[in-house]
Each structure stands twice: as structure tokens, then as C-alpha cells.
């Protein structure tokens, strides 16, 4: 069965939380996505393999040109085989479409192959603060 690529799909809270505690390592906690989403997101993009979200991520939204990109994560079952490039560059496809000029996204240093080559963000300075 192919790949099944949506936009601003309707969520499912439990299949996001899901999905996200696969992708990071993480126990399960059932996370209210869809209306986070819904609250703060200017859009977001999942990827279903059999039914099931395998890729996922979602791009906050400052009211105007500026989107901060959030959240991808991928099934470990389907690393390496092109859903996390794919997600991005449908959400960053549908943000231009909406209106967004510039698309924010901090990584760590070992995703700098993902974000810079396969999904073709360029080099910026940033700061970061932990609150936490």
C-alpha cells in the first residue's frame, strides 16, 4: 500500500501522541493535539502508511510572514525512506500557498543533515533559552 501524504487533516489525539512517543523514546501520554493545532498552528502534515501516521509535523504561526516549524517526527519502523522530507516540504509547500515568506526551524546537531540537505534550510544564528 503507498504512502498516503495529508494536509490539515482531521487529528486524532491518541494516534499524534502516539506516533510521537515512538518517534522520541518517550512513554505514552495522550496529548490534546487537535486542538492545539487547531489554537496555534497554521497548518500541519502527516503521512499514513496502512492506515497507520507514520510522519508528522506542524508549523506555529506569528499572524504573518514567520511559520516555526515543530514537532516532525517519524515512525522508527519507516526511518530512512523519505517520510520525514516529504512531510516537510508538503507543510512548507502548503505555507507558502498560505501566505507564509519565511519558515523558522531549530534542530539539534545531528539532524543538520535532515533539515539542511534533504529539506533545504540554510544556516542561521539563534538563541536559545531553557526556561525548565
Do not use: K, N
Not at 35 to 56: K, Y
Not at 64 to 86: E, I, K, M, N, Y
Amino acid at each position: 500500500m503507498p504512502y498516503d501524504l495529508r494536509i490539515r487533516f482531521p487529528v486524532d489525539d491518541g494516534e499524534v501522541s502516539r506516533l510521537h512517543a515512538d518517534a522520541f523514546g518517550g512513554g505514552y501520554t495522550l496529548v490534546p493535539w487537535a486542538a492545539r493545532l487547531r489554537r496555534h498552528s497554521r497548518s500541519w502534515a502527516g503521512e499514513f502508511h496502512e492506515g497507520r501516521l507514520v510522519g508528522f509535523a506542524h508549523a506555529v504561526w506569528d499572524g504573518g510572514a514567520h511559520a516555526f516549524l515543530l514537532d516532525t517526527a517519524v515512525s522508527p519502523a519507516v526511518r530512512r525512506q523519505g517520510v520525514g522530507s516529504r512531510v516537510v516540504a508538503a507543510l512548507v509547500r502548503d505555507l507558502g500557498e498560505l501566505g507564509v515568506e519565511w519558515v523558522h526551524v531549530d534542530y539539534e546537531p545531528h539532524l543538520e543533515g535532515f533539515y539542511r540537505r534533504a529539506c533545504g534550510f540554510g544556516p542561521t544564528r539563534a538563541g536559545l533559552l531553557r526556561l525548565g
